[in-house]
């Protein structure tokens, strides 16, 4: 029997394009520029599957081009790039990849957070410069991040795994979220939930890791960071629409808030060129790039679509009704 078609719109890892492989007659984007519009289009006519990243849009229109298609496996756990529901009425399952990226993202916030609090990128530039003087008093102080207040916003997988790592930096941690985590969570991570305006005036660090949904686009805007303390620093990987960009360079320039690094931005890959300032740490959306969770992204966007042409429920299902309704 014929191999179902897929396309992938980036070569993948191998570890990846063997499960892919295995299972489905893939055709990969190998070419060093994204695949554009068109192309995709083009390509995805006679795809019945598709491995796509975040900067590709799963909309009505990509539905349209592509009418054998069976499943769009987002290389992301955030999916604000599909539309779930026009996927739903197609009856193209959309799946994404929970649960592989926690902790490297939470390891990448914190690298953030200790780079800005401790001024990290200006300190390189001072000793690439050949500038540097020596030893200094008052050179580059930065401020504590041990023994601080950490306030997580957003209490998932990643926030929580924030929360851990704060136990060893003997931080207070104070969360907000939609939902109160259960108790004995709180008490494992000594965390204490918080409405948001007392977590922003509180805070020395607020740490973003909700997801982009209409209640959460434009979170921080600019009464939110009017409450944040003048010392505090904001540090967001999760989505960049989450945050008013200029409402916070707003913020920076006044003075209002200390500082912040950011992984994510409004409008990627353009960055507004008012975040470009000595107190902000600036990073190209890869809170979860390290190899090993990268691949382990590739390989279950892989598994999720050759499960579904073995006739199984892919793990990680976005729309299960789309299945339940066969
Ligand atoms: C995601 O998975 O949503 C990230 O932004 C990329 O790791």
């Known amino acids: 029997m014929a191999k179902p078609k897929v396309l992938a719109t980036r070569p993948l890892f191998p570890a990846a394009q063997e499960i892919l492989n295995a299972g489905c007659e893939a055709e990969y984007w190998t070419r060093p520029e994204r695949i554009s519009k068109e192309e995709l289009f083009e390509k995805i006519k006679d795809k019945e599957g598709l491995v796509c990243l975040l900067t590709e849009k799963v909309n009505q229109e990509l539905l349209s081009a592509a009418p054998k298609l069976r499943i769009a496996a987002n290389v992301a756990v955030g999916f604000d790039n599909i539309d779930v529901a026009a996927c739903t009425k197609r009856g193209v399952v959309a799946t994404n990849t929970p ?9 990448f916030a914190w690298t953030l957070m200790m780079a800005v609090g401790r001024r990290l990128i ?11 003087k020596g030893w200094d008093l ?37 969360y907000a979220d939609a939902v109160r985590a259960p108790e004995a969570v709180e008490k494992e991570l000594k965390a204490e939930y918080r409405g948001m305006a007392s977590l922003l005036s509180e805070a020395d660090f607020v740490s973003v890791h ?3 949904l209409p209640e959460t686009s434009g979170l921080f805007d600019a009464p939110r960071f009017l409450k944040m303390k003048p010392t505090a620093f904001l540090i967001n990987t999760s989505r960049g629409p989450v945050v008013d960009e ?11 808030i200390a500082g912040a690094a950011l992984d994510v931005f409004e409008n990627e890959p353009f960055i507004h060129p008012g975040l470009k300032r000595p107190n ?23 598994e999720n679509v050759v499960a ?3 006739g199984q429920r892919p793990m990680n299902m976005l729309n299960p009704e789309v299945l339940k309704a066969k």
């Open 99 to 107: 649960g592989v990226l926690d902790e490297t993202t939470a390891d």
């Open 122 to 132: 200006e300190a390189d530039t001072l000793a690439r410069s050949g500038n540097w």
């Open 138 to 174: 008052d050179q580059l102080v930065g401020t504590d991040v041990w023994g601080k207040t950490l306030g997580i916003v957003g209490f998932g997988r990643i926030g929580r795994a924030m929360a851990r790592r704060a136990l060893g930096f003997q931080m207070k941690v104070l």
């Open 210 to 212: 909700v997801p982009l």
């Open 246 to 256: 200029a409402a916070l360079v707003h913020a920076l320039e006044s003075g209002k």
């Open 280 to 302: 902000v740490v600036l990073a190209p959306h890869i809170a979860s790039a390290s190899i090993e969770t990268r691949t382990k992204m590739a390989c279950m966007a892989a």
């Open 308 to 310: 579904m042409f073995k």
